[in-house]
Structures are given as C-alpha cells and as structure tokens.
C-alpha cells in the first residue's frame, strides 16, 4: 500500500471523513456575549423621509422665513465680531493665561445675550432645565448625544464657556475671531505632541480652582442620529474632577437638524431647519458627577460610569463605536462597498483582540475582494468557498458558521474581522503550521505532492472527488510544495488554517472515544500521517 493510500485508511477511520456527517464533528466554539452585535447597527446615518404636504410646507414658509432668518444670522455674527475683536485684543491664538479684566466682563454677558438671540432668530425654542454649576463645582461639562452643528446651543445655554476646537477653526474670517473669544483649547493636526499637549492643557485649566473659563467637551468625537451614545473619549476624564453632564434633546415630528455621515449636508441642513416656524431643543443640566478614588486613576471607567448615566436618563443604549468607525465607513465606500459595512464598533474590537487601525483596514481591502461579487456587501457560504477555491462541504459550512456569529447566513466585515482574530489567527503558529506541514507530507520527503494535498482535504472536508488542482497551484511554485512555500501561504491567508487543522481535529476527537488499546493501534497508524505528540496536534483554539 502506497503512502497516499495508507492516507485514505487512517482517514476512513475518522467519523464524517466519508460522508461529512456534521453531527459527529468536533463542537462549535462558544460564543463571547461581549461580541454580540450591537443594539444599533449604524448610528452614522440619518434618513428623513419628506411627503409631499411637508415639501409643499418647507417651500411657502422659506420664501418667508429663510431669507429672514439669514439675514438676521449674518446681522448678529457681523454685531459680535467686534466685541469678540475687543475681549481678544492684544492676547495671542494659543493662550497662556485666562483673559480677565474690563473686556470680559463688558463684552462676554454681550456675548451670551446675542448667542440667545441668534438661536431664537433660527427659530429654535429652548427649554432648560436643572441648574448650571459653578466652575469651582464641575468645572467640565460633558454634553451628550453630539449629532449636529446646532449643539452649538448647549455652549450658548451652559454661559459660553471654553472649548475644545481645531487651529484652523480660529483662523477662519468672522467666526474664528468670535470663537477666539471663547478661550478654547486648541488642537494642531500637524503637531505630533498636540494630544499630549491638548490633555494637559485641559488638565491646567481643569485643576486651575476656577482662575480659567469651564471647558465644554462633546466626547463622542463625532456626530449621530441619536438613537445611542457611542464610545467617549477619556481625555476629558483624565483631569480626574467633577464633571456635569448636559442631555440634549431634540423633540421634533420632523428632523431637520441631525448632520451624521449619511445624510443631509450643512447646507441643506440650514435650508431645513430655518424654513421650520420652530425647532424645540431640551438642555438639560444633570447632577454633578464626582470621580472615586478608582476612577480618578481610570479614565476610561469613569467616562464608561457617565456614558451609563447619560444614556439611561435619555432611554438609550450604548454602543462601542468610536470616530473610527466613520473613517473605515468611508474606506468601504471607496472599495465599492456599502458603507455601513465598514462598522465593526473599533473600540471593542480594538479593545479585545489587539488590533490597530491598520490591521483592521488591511483586513477590510481582504474582505472586499471576497463581497464585491456579493450584493449588499456581505459574503455568502458560496462566495466564501470561491474565494478558498473548495468546493461546499460540511467542513466548510462548519467553518463558515464559525464566522456567521449572528446565523443569518452571511458574514459581515465585523463577523469576518472577528473570525479571523478569534478562529483562525491564534491556529495560524508556527508550530501549528509545521503540524499541517507533517500532515500533507505523507512520504515524509520534505514536499507536499498535488496527490498527497488531495488526498489528506478530500478527508478532511468529506468530498471523495474533491479537485484541488487551483489551490495547490497558488501554494506551489513548481510540481510540489516547500515548507518555506506552504508557511509562507499559511500565513498570507490565515483562513486556511481552519481548514488545515480540521483533520488533526477529527483524529484527535475519535482516536481518545474509542477504548485505551484500540487508541494504541490507531495512534501508530496516525503517526504516519501527522508524525508527532498528541500536543502537536491539537489546535492552540482561542475560545471565542
């Protein structure tokens, strides 16, 4: 008997090797609850649906009203610049010291009276309600959920304090100079050190005993529709002092006001909402929150406790998606992909399986290579074995499910970012790889023959007449296939180490069923398939 055929006879041992019995096959992995998917799939996006009798609306009222509230609007920004141009005068972009003196205390309540009036003029009807602490109570405010440029009413009810904002933003005609007036902290995208600088900065002024202005922090980073708070940002944790965090809410039939990265533009968004007769907008100051002993020493617990807060006094849930998330939506759309398909909520993916920004964008141009055939942006159990060039077994399907998390019967870029980290990644070692290596090698001649890689997938993945011709041609360099080859291989794609560990799997599980002398013989005839310790060849699973 050939080495081939010696092969086929340890495989005929082995339960599903034939047939592909799925029942007998090794248990799926368990799942991890904390990668369900999320409560809200995409809060980047925002659809307002308008009828006809809304269209008609929007038309007849903004002859009236847009042209109005616009020229109003330019009116009290061209009033405020001035004042804005006195509190400022003589002190720098980037300030070392709080501006006191006669300008602030002429020009700021000025300030807060045409803030108000500029917002009643846009037609928004603002409810307050609780009280506004003192800077020496909380001297941050956390405002929360950040969906539009409008939120800018917050700043305007909470006294006009200081905060956080780009350098361009101050060097912009007319609103850089009236946003100068404000004290902000100022962030440079040219400076590597400007988070470090913008933290302690924010630190200064935050343990300062109220000599600066309060800083107003939205820590979402981003803009959504609402429906949850994503993941906030510790930086304005980090001083590790009370902090008061502000609801908005904005109760409208219509929304005219939300700006996510799926919907309308600034523009159309202005047009919107100043041909409304009002929008109503809620601010609502919360209690002051103050850090324990525990949480001054973590940032990202205390900002994870007032996320919670927040979201259960606005009935909301919370989710761990961050800014990223926005920047892989728009890598999706470049790679033709919908764009909701680059959300995978970063923070907890980043968070759990030790993946940076690159990692996941690389896996992403993967992944698009696999859906661009599919509709919809998803990969199917059909896609997913063109892509492995196999054919649709039951080992495959296993495999696919191990990916389709939520079993809806295709895999998603979370799902497939997920798979690859928890299934595959960790059966993708060096030892792991020597292991198939052995495993292929049947003649143990150092080379992997097209016969020998038939023979061992065909039992592994139960297909009797499987053609592997197109996959050993992407291993093989020539007529038969080199460790250096096949490792390098293994490690391009790490989707295949599932499929190369299956056999080594299903020996291992049938071999210790059967009865302690059976298992003996067994062994010594395994051994000339995979030669090597038990420990060698079992899977290093990462339990999911």
């Known amino acids: 008997m050939n080495p081939c055929a010696d092969a086929r006879a340890v495989a005929a041992t082995v339960p599903g090797a034939g047939v592909g019995n799925a029942e007998l096959r090794p248990p799926m992995v368990p799942r991890q609850a904390s990668f369900f998917p999320p409560p809200v799939p995409n809060p980047f996006v925002q659809q307002t649906q308008l009828g006809v009798a809304r269209r008609f609306q929007i038309f007849f009222?903004?002859?009236?009203?847009?042209?109005?509230?616009?020229?109003?609007?330019?009116?009290?920004?061209?009033?405020?610049w001035p004042l804005a141009a006195i509190s400022t005068a003589c002190y720098p972009e980037k300030l070392t010291h709080p501006i006191t003196g006669w300008k602030r205390k002429i020009t700021l309540p000025v300030l807060k009276f045409l803030g108000h009036v500029m917002f009643f003029a846009m037609g928004f009807v603002v409810t307050v309600k609780g009280k506004i602490a003192t800077p020496l109570e909380a001297p941050i405010f956390i405002v929360a959920p950040h969906s539009t440029f409008f939120d800018g009413i917050a700043c305007v009810a909470a006294g006009l304090p200081s905060i956080v904002s780009r350098n361009e933003n101050v060097q912009a005609p007319l609103i850089g100079r009236i946003l100068r007036a404000l004290q902000p902290v100022l962030v440079s995208r040219v400076d590597p050190d400007s988070r470090k600088n913008t933290i302690n900065e924010?630190?200064?002024?935050?343990?300062?005993?109220?000599?600066?202005?309060?800083?107003?922090?939205?820590?979402?980073?981003?803009?959504?529709?609402?429906?949850?708070?994503?993941?906030?940002?510790?930086?304005?944790?980090?001083?590790?002092?009370?902090v008061q965090p502000i609801l908005l809410r904005y109760p409208n039939k219509l929304d005219t006001v939300t700006w996510t990265w799926q919907g309308y533009t600034f523009i159309q968004l202005c047009v919107l909402t100043w041909c409304q007769p009002f929008t109503r907008v809620e601010v609502e100051f919360m209690p002051v929150q103050v850090p324990s002993d525990e949480e001054r020493s973590d940032p990202v617990l205390f900002a994870?406790?007032?996320?919670?807060?927040?979201?259960?006094?606005?009935?909301?849930?919370?989710?761990?998606?961050?800014y990223e998330d926005c920047r892989l939506m728009i890598s999706a759309g470049q790679l033709t992909l919908p764009m909701e398909a680059g959300l995978v909520e970063f923070t907890k993916i980043s968070r759990k399986l030790k993946l940076d920004w690159d990692g996941i964008r690389k896996h992403l141009d993967e992944y698009a290579a696999i859906a661009s055939s599919s509709k919809g942006g998803r990969i199917g159990i059909e896609e997913f074995a063109e892509y492995l060039k196999l054919p649709v077994s039951d080992v495959l399907r296993q495999l696919f499910a191990l990916f389709d998390r939520n079993?809806?019967?295709?895999?998603?870029?979370?799902?497939?970012?997920?798979?690859?980290?928890?299934?595959?990644n960790p059966a993708n070692t060096e030892e792991i790889i020597q292991v198939a290596f052995k495993l292929f090698d049947v003649d143990e001649d150092g080379f992997i023959t097209e016969e020998e890689f038939s023979t061992i997938l065909q039992a592994s993945l139960g297909v009797p007449d499987l053609d592997v011709s197109g996959l050993f041609k992407e291993i093989a360099q020539g007529d038969s296939v080199s460790y250096e080859e096949f490792k390098s291989f293994a490690l391009k794609h790490p989707e295949y180490a599932k499929i190369f560990t299956t056999y080594l799997d299903l020996q291992t599980c049938h071999v210790f069923s059967l009865p302690k002398e059976i298992q003996a013989t067994l062994s010594?005839?395994?051994?000339?398939?995979?030669?090597?310790?038990?420990?060698?060849?079992?899977?290093?699973?990462?339990?999911?």
């Open 304 to 322: 994870g406790r007032i996320r919670s807060l927040m979201a259960e006094a606005l009935k909301i849930p919370v989710t761990d998606h961050t």
């Open 202 to 242: 924010i630190i200064r002024r935050a343990t300062s005993g109220g000599e600066w202005p309060q800083i107003l922090v939205f820590p979402e980073g981003t803009c959504t529709n609402r429906s949850c708070l994503i993941t906030f940002k510790p930086g304005a944790f980090i001083p590790g002092v009370p």
């Open 524 to 544: 010594v005839a395994s051994n000339k398939v995979s030669p090597g310790s038990h420990e060698e060849s079992t899977s290093d699973k990462k339990e999911d």
């Open 61 to 80: 009222l903004g002859i009236i009203l847009l042209p109005i509230r616009a020229l109003l609007v330019a009116l009290i920004l061209l009033l405020a």
């Open 407 to 424: 079993h809806d019967g295709s895999i998603d870029f979370r799902e497939y970012v997920i798979g690859l980290a928890v299934l595959c």
